[in-house]
């Protein structure tokens, strides 16, 4: 069964980079399209970025836009979500999942959630 596990992240300083991975196993990922989530202390999942299984197809949340890049290298069965000029806001545990719906403007997964990777921004 496919499992995606999701490394990366860390504390920052604001404006600092950090590059998240989302690897799998038990399978590959290149027939999917994958979305990055988070979750802020009290808050809902909220989508960050979705990349369909070509790559040619990207969608950013608003709040992200022009600061985060996903990219996939399916040679590698790994997606990355690269995170600069990094904000307070953007703490948060964030997750990769798989995509039950294409990437666009909404999209969700049906999958439950892994165990996530940490991101911190703070001085």
């Known amino acids: 069964q496919l499992q995606l596990v999701e490394s990366g992240g860390g504390l920052v300083q604001p404006g600092g980079s950090l590059r998240l991975s989302c690897g799998a196993s038990?399978?590959?990922?290149?027939?999917?399209?994958i979305g990055w989530f988070r979750q802020a202390p009290g808050k809902e999942h909220e989508g960050v970025s979705c990349?369909?299984?070509?790559?040619?197809?990207?969608n950013y949340a608003g709040s992200v836009k022009g600061r985060f890049t996903i990219s996939r290298d399916n040679a590698k069965n790994v997606v990355y979500l690269q995170m600069n000029d990094l904000i307070r806001e953007d703490t948060a545990v964030y997750y990769c999942?798989?995509?039950?719906?294409?990437?666009?403007?909404?999209?969700?997964?049906?999958?439950?959630w892994g165990k996530g990777t940490l991101v911190t921004v703070s001085s």
């Open positions: 999942a798989l995509l039950y719906s294409p990437c666009g403007a909404q999209y969700y997964t049906r999958d439950p």
């Open positions: 038990g399978g590959t990922l290149e027939e999917y399209a």
């Open positions: 990349i369909s299984s070509s790559g040619g197809k990207i």
